[in-house]
């Protein structure tokens, strides 16, 4: 069965086998070719050398010549870049390419030649998709990121110049985010502290740290070291779909989320006790078990449906588990935490992200900030304070 985008087969006896088509001037249409070879790397090397010589033969003058250049769609591009990808980034981020491709641009664009592709009418076609789908922002932003990089790998391999589309949709305004209010909090931490179980000290830890729900739900004791008092993030853990698998999804455990993400994070002297007075009461001594679920990484849905139950149970308004992570970062920009050092404790690769999205200042945070003018505006008037 062939590599789907790729054209390579393995026959029956044994040789692989690649196809690649050519336009037929005399005949006015496409040409199947074929090349062969003792593996599929090779036979993949040679499909590649020889849609680049097809490309290369120009028309002769008298308009006679047989070859002029080889058909490469865009389906045929976007399999040798889901092939790179698949060997070069997280497994994850290969199966969001691929999904995005197979779900959406596959119908569109799937059977165009790379050559003969048109900034002008991808746009059009594009923005007539979306129209039609009503796609969200982050759909729209997600298929021109996966479109644009077919594009390239395709303009490079026909040694062509490469075009760029463009998102000319208006970015919407994000809904507001919310945190846990001062009450809220209290609330939750009085019952956290109450016969804790392996699921509420998870919670006390995303709180206390601003630990992502994959993170959480994959971290192990050895991953926090008692002598520098620091947490180690090192992992993480989500559910997508498995390729190759009987079940249609697969939990898969991998390295954190960026680079920026593998960061460690330092607990202050009453987690560490906590989690000291619970490893020793709980914990196997020198285990390296998960702290929430000591079989294996909690599944983060199931997480999820357990925060969800904690929150009924004591009477809290329900919000995602992600909101424990807005929480704690408001929580320590009204402490006075500078920018940078929140940024690299929630291990974002820039600050804007950060202040973008995370920092939350609450009502009364900014009517501190302002009352703090006070003595300011005092000393530039001359008066007294407590005129101001």
């Known amino acids: 069965m062939p590599r789907k985008g790729e054209n390579i087969r393995k026959r029956k006896d044994g040789r692989w086998e690649g196809r690649y088509t050519v336009a037929h001037v005399e005949l006015e249409k496409p040409v199947v070719r074929s090349v062969y070879g003792k593996t599929y790397l090779e036979t993949k090397q040679k499909l590649t050398e020889a ?44 199966v969001k390419y691929k999904n995005c491709y197979a779900r959406h641009l596959r119908s569109l664009v799937g059977e165009w030649d790379v050559k003969r592709l048109n900034r002008e009418k991808l746009q059009e076609v594009l923005e007539q998709y979306f129209s039609s789908q009503t ?58 502290y109450q016969n804790t179980t392996p699921g509420k000290l998870g919670i006390i ?26 947490l180690h993030v090192n992992r993480t853990v989500q ?10 999804t697969a939990l ?18 009453n987690m560490v006790r906590l989690l000291k007075e ?40 329900y ?18 935490m500078d920018v940078k050092s929140l940024s690299e404790l929630l291990g974002h690769s820039d600050v ?13 945070m900014k009517r501190s900030q302002l009352e703090s003018l006070d003595s300011i505006y005092g000393h530039i008037m001359g008066q007294q304070s407590d005129r101001f």
């Open 135 to 192: 796609a969200s922002s982050s759909i729209r932003h997600s298929l021109i990121c996966v479109l644009n990089q077919i594009i390239a790998h395709g303009a490079a391999a026909c040694h062509m110049p490469v075009f760029v589309l463009e998102n000319h949709s208006a970015k919407a305004a994000s809904p507001p985010v919310k945190v846990f209010s001062h009450r809220e909090q209290s609330v939750i931490i009085n019952a956290l």
């Open 239 to 248: 559910r997508i779909e498995a390729e190759g698998h009987r079940a249609r």
């Open 278 to 317: 619970w490893q020793a009461a709980h914990v196997p001594k020198h285990s390296a078990d998960y702290i929430i679920h000591a079989d294996g990484p909690m599944e983060p849905r199931t997480y999820q449906y357990f925060f969800q139950s904690f929150l009924k149970e004591i009477g809290v308004e």
């Open 51 to 94: 849609r680049i010589r097809a490309m290369t033969i120009k028309r002769a003058e008298d308009g006679r010549s047989r070859e002029t250049y080889a058909v490469y769609t865009v389906e045929e591009a976007a399999g040798e870049w889901l092939l790179r990808i698949q060997a070069t980034r997280k497994y994850a981020t290969y």
């Open 252 to 269: 898969l455990e991998s390295e954190p989320k960026s680079r920026s993400s593998r960061r460690g994070i330092p607990l202050s002297r």
């Open 205 to 230: 830890l995303c709180l206390f740290t601003g630990l992502r729900l994959g993170e959480i739900c994959s971290l192990r004791w050895n991953d926090i070291d008692f002598t520098s008092e620091t």
């Open 319 to 336: 919000k995602n588990f992600h909101v424990l992570r807005h929480t704690f970062a408001t929580n320590c920009v009204e402490s006075g």
């Open 352 to 364: 804007k992200i950060t202040l973008n999205r995370y920092v939350h200042p609450s009502l009364e």
